[in-house]
Each structure stands twice: as structure tokens, then as C-alpha cells.
């Protein structure tokens, strides 16, 4: 959606100027906002690292006004040797289990996160098709989040379209990431008051 000068989507919040609509909840962009104003409101910092989605993940973030306060950048790694070279994954996991894989995708979010000097990274690998990969059928897709606690990933099984199994991969990552940080979120209140 285009907007003129003045009148762009706050992060997290309703469009400046002449009261343009926030996005729909639960749609990538509204995700990708939403995440941003987590780690804004936390000073925290944001990396990702795209496989299968080839940029789609970084091109939401960006397209939030204020994108710039806690998203660091992105890496896609969509060759195999890239996620190894660049990112720092196994080269021994790459070559004995393939790209499509659950370690793999941990690897490239805590690689991120290390590369780019971020608080937080997030990461997205699978098969979009038409033909299956590293023995995973088409709509096999895991993604990651590292973050200051720890790493979690989780595996999709996603059924459609290449162009929906990719949109489909870059929503729920940043579903995840949101997730994430709002748990983060509430142990650090629950930390700051004595454990209540």
C-alpha cells in the first residue's frame, strides 16, 4: 500500500496524517510492526536470515517507518555453502542432513544475530517447490529465533503454492519472533518486581 509523504504507518501503531488504518492484525506487515515496537520499546536490535523466503522477511521490516531503530539487516543465504560460509552453520550437519532441517535453521538465526551484532535474530528454511529437497517434500519449512535466552525453532508443515508457502513462512516467523519477544517481555517485568 502506498501512502503519501506524512501519512506512513507508525511502528506498532495507526498511520499518521489522515488516519490510514493500521494493518490487519495477524497479517505479515502488522507482525513485522508489531515486532518492531517490541524491541524498540526493549532497545533491542534485530536480525534475519532467509533461505526459502529470499528477502521477504527483511522487505516487511523495512517497509515499517522507524524500521531503522531495531532492524540491523538481513542475510539470504540461499545456497547451501552460503549458510555455512556466511552464516557459520555446521558444514558436517549441511552435508549429512541438507539445508531443510530444524539445527540448521537455529544455526542461521544465532549465526545472524552473531554476524550482524544483533539482539535478536530469526531465521526461515524450507522447500517453496516445485520439487522436493534434501528428501523434505514441498511445504517442509522450519523456522528459528535466537534470542538473549536461548534459541526455539519450529517446523511447518504448509501446504499451497510457492508464493503462499514462502508468504506463509515469512508471516509465522515474525509470528514467532513476537511471541518471543513479549515472553521475554513479561519474565524481565516479572524479574525487575521481585519475581510477582
Not at 104 to 133: F, K, Y
Amino acid at each position: 500500500m502506498t501512502y503519501p509523504v506524512g501519512e506512513s504507518p507508525e511502528v506498532g501503531g495507526a498511520a499518521s496524517g489522515a488516519g490510514k488504518p493500521a494493518p490487519e492484525t495477524g497479517t505479515t506487515a502488522a507482525l513485522a510492526a508489531e515486532a518492531l515496537r517490541l524491541l524498540a520499546e526493549s532497545d533491542q536490535t534485530l536480525a534475519v536470515a532467509e533461505s526459502l523466503t529470499g528477502g521477504m522477511v527483511a522487505a516487511e521490516l523495512a517497509g515499517v517507518a522507524g524500521a531503522s531503530r531495531s532492524f540491523r539487516g538481513s542475510v539470504t543465504a540461499y545456497a547451501t555453502e552460503l549458510k555455512h560460509r556466511v552464516l557459520g552453520v555446521d558444514a558436517g550437519l549441511l552435508a549429512a542432513e541438507g539445508a531443510v532441517n530444524a539445527q540448521v535453521a537455529a544455526e542461521m538465526a544465532e549465526g545472524v544475530r552473531r554476524v550482524l551484532g544483533a539482539s535478536w535474530g530469526i531465521a526461515t528454511t524450507g522447500v517453496a517447490g516445485p520439487d522436493p529437497q534434501d528428501g523434505q517434500p514441498v511445504g517442509t519449512v522450519f523456522i528459528a529465533v535466537a534470542g538473549p535466552a536461548g534459541r526455539k525453532t519450529v517446523p511447518l508443515r504448509l501446504n499451497g503454492s510457492r508464493t503462499e508457502i514462502r508468504r506463509e513462512s515469512a508471516r509465522t516467523v515474525l509470528e514467532l519472533l513476537s511471541s518471543e519477544l513479549r515472553e521475554n517481555a513479561r519474565g524481565q517485568d516479572t524479574e525487575q518486581n521481585g519475581g510477582i
